[in-house]
């Protein structure tokens, strides 16, 4: 399965398919064995959580805000990357993000319990994948370590952006990061974020 068959793969989907508690744990065990390829072929990997200020409005909308977040964070990220990324010598060497809207989980209550106060403790967790083949030089944590106000200011509704190297197979990143969209029907598939969005932008 190729990253763009992925995009197409969520448009063809029911409603009902969406909904499918089967469907949504196939998918997510299917990207996470496409992810254990990537990294094999040499794209560094991270694990991407995003946390927001307090967000109004119903459930649908804060992900929908959350969700035009993360799409700035990985616009912004590119152009740190590649001058020029729609150019021919880019492609196939985009970065890639699947994300997805969480929930914490009981048995981290002891370290995201004053985080749950916010937004009833929604966030995202995303998959970064990153091509070795890029402008920016150096380690990627320490980027986003460095350049983190341009991310995290009081001008968007992020709140902190944490990045740590995938290290444990990449089924179970997708299933730790993408457990809500399994269990909940109520976000289904179309919870995802994939990036970028553009067919002529996916690596290959």
């Known amino acids: 399965m190729g990253n763009?068959?992925?995009?197409?793969?969520?448009?063809?989907?029911?409603?009902e398919q969406a909904k499918s508690y089967r469907e949504r744990k196939r998918?997510?065990?299917?990207?996470?064995?496409w992810i254990d390829r990537k990294l094999d072929e040499g794209w560094e990997g991270y694990l991407v959580t995003l946390m927001y200020k307090q967000i109004r409005g119903s459930e649908a909308t804060k992900i929908e805000v959350m969700g035009k977040e993360v799409v700035r964070v990985y616009a912004t990220f590119l152009t740190h990357l590649f001058r020029r990324p729609n150019a021919p010598s880019s492609r196939g060497k985009l970065p890639i993000l699947i994300a997805a809207p969480d929930y914490p989980v009981a048995k981290h209550q002891k370290v995201i319990l004053e985080e749950v106060k916010?937004?009833?403790?929604?966030?995202?967790?995303?998959?970064?994948?990153?091509?070795?083949?890029?402008r920016?030089?150096?380690?990627?944590?320490?980027?986003?370590d460095n350049n983190m106000h341009v991310y995290v200011n009081n001008k968007h509704e992020l709140l902190r952006l944490h990045l740590r190297p995938i290290e444990e197979h990449a089924s179970y990143v997708t299933?730790?990061?993408?457990?809500?969209i399994r269990k909940r029907a109520s976000i289904g598939?179309?919870?995802?974020?994939?990036?970028?969005?553009?067919?002529?932008?996916?690596?290959?």
């Open 189 to 204: 598939l179309d919870g995802f974020v994939v990036l970028p969005r553009i067919e002529s932008e996916m690596p290959s």
């Open 4 to 15: 763009w068959d992925m995009r197409k793969q969520l448009n063809s989907f029911t409603v």
């Open 175 to 180: 299933g730790y990061g993408y457990k809500t």
């Open 27 to 33: 998918t997510i065990r299917e990207w996470g064995r």
């Open 118 to 134: 916010i937004n009833d403790g929604l966030h995202f967790h995303g998959v970064l994948l990153v091509h070795p083949d890029r």
């Open 136 to 144: 920016l030089k150096g380690r990627v944590e320490d980027y986003f």
